[in-house]
């Protein structure tokens, strides 16, 4: 037997089309946004992104997988966000400014399902409980390294909880009420006596 022959008969794994990929997950995003991440279900989300639900298993592997990736390519460089701060009216402005951008700005979208991700890893043994976590402790602790750049905050660790944990429950409130106005007015309340 010509193994020779053998072995370059074999198919080959097509490579991945990386503006593809990027293209998918951007559209998952905007996907669960609108539709929801309860009832997720890999045969629709491919039939809404006008491809096979094999070819999502091809690129991501599971249908978790595919949305932690996806919430990646939508997180906001918060090194940039807190970066080169010399005072508490500078944070609280930026802490605003983030707030706005969440709320209506480019973030918006990718907020709505990232509030779906954090509750859904609650469950015990969730499939999101890692990302989730890590999600956190990124947020919270760049916003630590931020607050201690200013000798007016105390325990800036707490401070930074405070205000990741506090703007994501009004973020949840508002999304859930239709509320902009209050929850407007409570965002700038929890700034402003966080970080004074």
Not at 131 to 138: L, V
Not at 155 to 167: N, W
Request: hydrophobic share 45%.
């Amino acid at each position: 037997m010509d193994t020779c022959s053998v072995r370059y008969s074999q198919p080959m794994a097509r490579p991945l089309d990386h503006a593809k990929r990027a293209e998918i997950l951007d559209a998952v995003v905007r996907y669960i946004a609108e539709r929801g991440l309860a009832d997720l279900s890999l045969r629709p989300l491919a039939a809404a992104l006008g491809t096979s639900s094999r070819m999502l298993i091809y690129y991501f592997g599971t249908k978790e997988e595919l949305l932690v990736q996806a919430l990646a390519t939508h997180r906001p460089d918060l090194t940039a966000v807190f970066a080169d701060l010399d005072d508490a009216a500078a944070l609280r402005g930026r802490l605003w400014d983030f707030w706005r951008s969440n709320t209506t700005g480019t973030g918006a979208v990718s907020v709505r399902v990232m509030l779906q991700v954090l509750g859904a890893a609650c469950a015990p043994h969730g499939p999101y409980a890692g990302y989730a976590d890590d999600a956190i402790a990124t947020f919270v602790g760049t916003l630590t390294a931020g607050l201690r750049t200013l000798e007016t905050v105390d325990e800036p660790d707490v401070v930074a909880t405070l205000l990741v944990s506090g703007l994501r429950g009004i973020l949840q409130d508002r999304l859930v009420t239709g509320d902009i106005e209050r929850t407007d007015r409570a965002a700038r309340r929890l700034i402003d006596q966080a970080v004074r």
